[in-house]
């Protein structure tokens, strides 16, 4: 059985939702004192939760770009692995109170899922001609973009509380 963008779009935003609240959890059951340990190359939990904000924030911004048949403005900074943008993020939304940096990651995610909600289902698979080196851009490809990035960040933030 084939399934509708509705539902796709529906389980796509399901799943973010539970990534991000399972990641949430981890980070606010870490141990204070690993809290402001680099674990993921000179990253500590700040920053991976700053790199979240930023990306939604991010991907906020680009959904409207998309909308308007445009590249989104972040490709401009691909780099490799997107290390130079990533910092930037890390720079802009890091907070040094893992409480505050959670509300912040919390409410980023909101807005930007408020804005996939108002969409119509078929505008998140749209195809507007949107291509970067190749590879076509559609709002749901950005979100299944920040799904995998998330999952990847939850099982190292996961293992690293193990160990």
């Known amino acids: ?11 796509l935003i399901a799943s973010l939702v539970d990534v991000r609240r399972q990641i949430l959890e981890a980070a606010s059951a870490l141990p204070v004192e690993k809290r402001s340990q680099a674990y993921l190359g000179e990253w500590d939990i700040f920053a991976l939760l700053a790199h979240l904000a930023g990306w939604d924030h991010t991907n906020l911004q680009a959904i409207e770009q998309i909308q308007a048949s445009q590249v989104p403005g972040f ?10 943008y990533n910092a930037y993020l890390v720079a802009t939304y890091r907070l040094d109170d893992l409480d505050a940096l959670v509300d912040s990651v919390r409410s980023a995610q909101q ?25 076509k851009i559609t709002v749901a490809r950005l979100l ?3 799904l995998k990035d998330e999952r990847v960040h939850l099982a190292q933030l996961e293992a690293f509380a193990a160990g």
């Open 111 to 135: 807005e930007l899922l408020a804005r996939v909600v108002e969409l119509p289902p078929v505008e998140l698979y749209r195809d507007r001609d949107i291509r970067f080196r190749g590879y």
């Open 75 to 84: 490709y401009q900074y691909i780099g490799r692995d997107w290390r130079e």
């Open 1 to 11: 059985m084939r399934l509708t963008v509705q539902v796709k779009k529906e389980q």
């Open 144 to 146: 299944e973009a920040e």
